[in-house]
């Protein structure tokens, strides 16, 4: 590939995820680490790797897992700086493919160890498309225990008609409902299960917009609210102090242009943030913790206590 092949090919995938072809959290990083991997094959210097990983940390800002994806894959350099290009393309190329393999063996984990908290003849709702969610979802099916799910469509986007599907493909009993139906039926629930874009410090969920009203129903009827998240969802931006920058897409996305071309104004966040008070019990790869373990899980599954000066330096500020 020339070089001007692969700044198209970086260009092509930052658009994908832009334009939420490559969408959810956990595919969204493992595309980054993948396009980072492509980019290294094809590249003779370092310094277009962290091109491409400047572009590519721009494309959406809300879901951490891209960032420490990125993070990941570009810690070698920090680590050893006086070593040559072609070594550390070496290095960019082990590490995504690390990077790769944590994504694909923490989603049967967490099935696994998710499907445990899961009693017998269980009814479950879900928000959004969460593979990781999905993942604990159809352990369970597969051990007997789901009777059925509800799944919210989750406009604007309408991800819960993938969520449909694919728990349906399964052999699922599966009812979409209105976003706003969820009170409804929330009496008829036995769990709410949902996936993660960030996990902060403190132990709150950013995730897709409606989760945190789906968890206030949750409390009011006494239904558990379980997250299920891979720890590169936690945010070591968090413990540096950073807020979440909540993604805020189109007024296109959710109103006619008609409303549009009257002047009228729309707003269109696509997440939201969950206290930790209204969740029962993240799912990770490495266990079932409360909330307020957030610290330990990006203290020591992070590592970024021992690269602190590393974290600085390759945080988007850098970047920019
Ligand atoms: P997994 C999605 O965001 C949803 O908010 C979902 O809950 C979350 O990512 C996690 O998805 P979007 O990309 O990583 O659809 O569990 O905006 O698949």
């Known amino acids: 590939m020339g070089a001007a092949n692969v700044s198209r090919m970086i260009e092509e995938a930052a658009q994908k995820i ?105 009814v479950i709702m879900t928000h959004c498309n969460s593979s990781a969610a999905i993942s604990i979802i159809s352990e369970a099916f597969r051990q007997g225990k789901v009777a059925a799910v509800f799944a919210t469509e989750s406009r604007p986007r309408f991800q819960g008609h993938l969520t449909a599907k694919q728990l349906k493909e399964l052999g699922i009993d599966v009812t979409l409902i209105v976003d706003s139906a969820v009170r409804y039926f929330i009496e008829d629930v036995d769990y709410v299960i949902v996936g993660a874009d960030t996990i902060t410090v403190n132990g709150a969920l950013i995730n897709k917009i409606g989760t945190s009203q789906i968890a206030l129903a949750a409390k009011e009827a006494r239904v558990p609210f379980i997250v299920a998240a891979e720890t590169y969802k936690f945010s070591p931006k968090t413990l540096l102090g950073e807020l979440v920058e909540i993604e805020e897409r189109s007024g296109e996305e959710v109103a006619p242009r008609e409303l549009l071309e009257m002047g009228i104004k729309v707003r269109n966040p696509a997440f939201d943030a969950t206290p930790r008070d209204y969740i029962d019990l993240i799912i990770t790869e490495v266990g079932a913790i409360p909330p307020e373990m957030a610290y330990l899980i990006i203290r020591d599954r992070l590592g970024y206590a021992e690269l602190w000066e590393d974290e600085i330096k390759l945080s988007p500020h850098h970047f920019d």
């Open 18 to 122: 832009e334009r939420m072809e490559i969408r959810g959290a956990a595919r969204i990083a493992k595309f980054a680490a993948e396009t980072l991997k492509l980019c290294a094959e094809n590249v003779k210097s370092f310094k277009e790797i962290k091109w491409a990983a400047e572009r590519l940390l721009k494309t959406r800002p809300t879901a951490v897992s891209l960032y420490n994806a990125i993070n990941f894959v570009m810690r070698c350099e920090s680590l050893r700086s006086d070593e040559s290009d072609a070594e550390k393309l070496e290095c960019v190329k082990k590490r995504a493919d690390e990077f790769i393999e944590w994504v694909d063996t923490a989603q049967k984990k967490i099935g696994e160890i998710g499907a445990k908290r899961i009693k017998n003849n269980a």
